[in-house]
Nanobody, 121 residues
Framework: QVHVAESGGGLVQAGGSLRLSCAAS????????MGWDRQAPGKQRELVAT???????NYADSVKGRFTISRDNAKKTVYLQANSLKPEDTAVYYC???????????????WGQGTQVTVSS
């Protein structure tokens, strides 16, 4: 069994920072693109950021210059450093990772359970 799990959410004041982490575990042969999505109350889930195994990143326009995605391939972990947080960043943040389980020839996208980030004004 393989899965991914987030940590690091919480309550922060506007202008503050949080660091989210997401670790993949289980019998994993390889990890492809990893990323973060978020879903605010009453809104559709949206992409926040992605990062390839080689370190190439992509960000939503709404977080560019404020959020930084990074990964540690040895630890099978992806991070999201969120700075200058705004109330509109309040959402459940979901980690995702394209994993190739050991013994498999294909990649499957796995999702975490989500972690709540609340930014107060």
């Amino acid at each position: 069994q393989v899965h991914v799990a987030e940590s690091g959410g919480g309550l922060v004041q506007a202008g503050g920072s949080l660091r989210l982490s997401c670790a993949a575990s289980g019998s994993i042969a390889n990890i492809g693109v990893m990323g973060w999505d978020r879903q605010a109350p009453g809104k559709q889930r949206e992409l926040v950021a992605t990062i390839t195994s080689g370190g190439r990143t992509n960000y939503a326009d709404s977080v560019k210059g404020r959020f930084t995605i990074s990964r540690d391939n040895a630890k099978k972990t992806v991070y999201l450093q969120a700075n200058s947080l705004k109330p509109e960043d309040t959402a459940v943040y979901y980690c995702n990772a394209n994993l190739r389980p050991s013994g498999s020839f294909s990649y499957t996208k796995y999702w975490g359970q989500g972690t709540q980030v609340t930014v107060s004004s």
